[in-house]
C-alpha cells in the first residue's frame, strides 16, 4: 500500500535553529505540495512543485522558509531561523498530474508537528 | 477573489441520524472540487471528487456529494452516520492557478 512518508513525525526546536522536514512522495507522482495546518489559520497551502520544478510558492515566507526537491523521491522544507509562530503541523502531500487538471487527488502523509520553543 | 467557505464550525449529529456539511465557493469558473476527512492525529484523506459529468457524485465510507452550480455548492452528505465518521472534513477546491482549503467542518457524533 503505497504511502508518502515523512520525517520526522514530531520536532522540537528552540527559537533560531534550522528545522529540516522531509516528505518521501508516492513512486511515480509528479507532484509535491507543503501545507502547515494550525488552529488559528487552518490548512496553507506553502508550495508545490510539479515534475520537481516549484510551481507555486506564494504561500510561503520567503525571508526564512525554502522548499527543494533534490530527486523525485525526496522533497524537504527548511526554516531558518525557526520562530515561535512557526510552531504548527506541516503536511506534505503527492499527486499526479494530467494534462488536464492542475492537480487531482492529493495522498496526505501523516504530517510533521514542529514546536519552536 | 476566489474563496472556499464552509459556513459551519462544528455539528453534531446522533448516531444513525443523517448529515449535510456545506461548502461554497467562489471561482471564475468550474474548479475541480474534492472533499477530504481528517481524523485526529492523522493527515487527510480523500472522501471524494468532482471534476465534471454527474452532478452527485459517490465516495467512500458511504459519503456522497452534489455539485451545484446556480448555488456555487458542493455539499457533502451521509443518509446514515456512525461514531466512526467523527472527524474534521475539509473541502477543496482547485483551479489551474490555486488550490483553496475551507475551514473545516468539525463533526461530532452524539451516541
Known amino acids: 500500500d503505497a504511502r508518502v512518508t515523512q520525517t520526522p513525525r514530531h520536532k522540537v526546536t528552540e527559537m533560531g535553529q534550522e528545522v529540516t522536514m522531509r516528505c518521501q512522495p508516492i513512486l511515480g507522482h509528479n507532484t509535491v505540495f507543503w501545507y502547515r495546518q494550525t488552529m488559528m489559520q487552518g490548512l496553507e497551502l506553502l508550495a508545490y512543485?510539479?515534475?520537481?520544478?516549484?510551481?507555486?510558492d506564494s504561500g510561503m515566507p520567503k525571508d526564512r522558509f525554502s522548499a527543494e526537491m533534490p530527486d523525485a523521491t525526496l522533497a524537504t522544507l527548511k526554516i531558518q531561523p525557526s520562530e515561535p509562530r512557526d510552531s504548527a503541523v506541516y503536511f506534505c502531500?503527492?499527486?499526479?498530474?494530467?494534462?488536464?487538471?492542475?492537480?487531482?487527488?492529493?495522498?496526505f502523509g501523516p504530517g510533521t508537528r514542529l514546536t519552536v520553543l | 477573489a476566489q474563496s472556499v467557505t464552509q459556513p459551519d464550525i462544528h455539528i453534531t449529529v446522533s448516531e444513525g441520524a443523517s448529515l449535510e456539511l456545506r461548502c461554497n465557493y467562489s471561482y471564475g469558473a468550474t474548479p475541480y472540487l474534492f472533499w477530504y476527512v481528517q481524523s485526529p492525529g492523522q493527515g487527510l484523506q480523500l472522501l471524494l471528487k468532482?471534476?465534471?459529468?454527474?452532478?452527485l457524485v459517490q465516495g467512500i465510507k458511504g459519503f456522497e456529494a452534489e455539485f451545484k452550480r446556480s448555488q456555487s455548492s458542493f455539499n457533502l452528505r451521509k443518509p446514515s452516520v456512525h461514531w466512526s465518521d467523527a472527524a474534521e472534513y475539509f473541502c477543496?477546491?482547485?483551479?489551474?492557478?490555486?488550490?483553496?482549503f475551507g475551514s473545516g467542518t468539525r463533526l461530532s457524533i452524539r451516541p
Open positions: 512543485f510539479r515534475n520537481r520544478a516549484p510551481l507555486d
Open positions: 468532482y471534476f465534471s459529468g454527474d452532478t
Open positions: 477543496l477546491c482547485s483551479s489551474a492557478s490555486k488550490i483553496i
Open positions: 502531500a503527492s499527486g499526479l498530474n494530467t494534462r488536464f487538471s492542475s492537480t487531482d487527488t492529493q495522498y
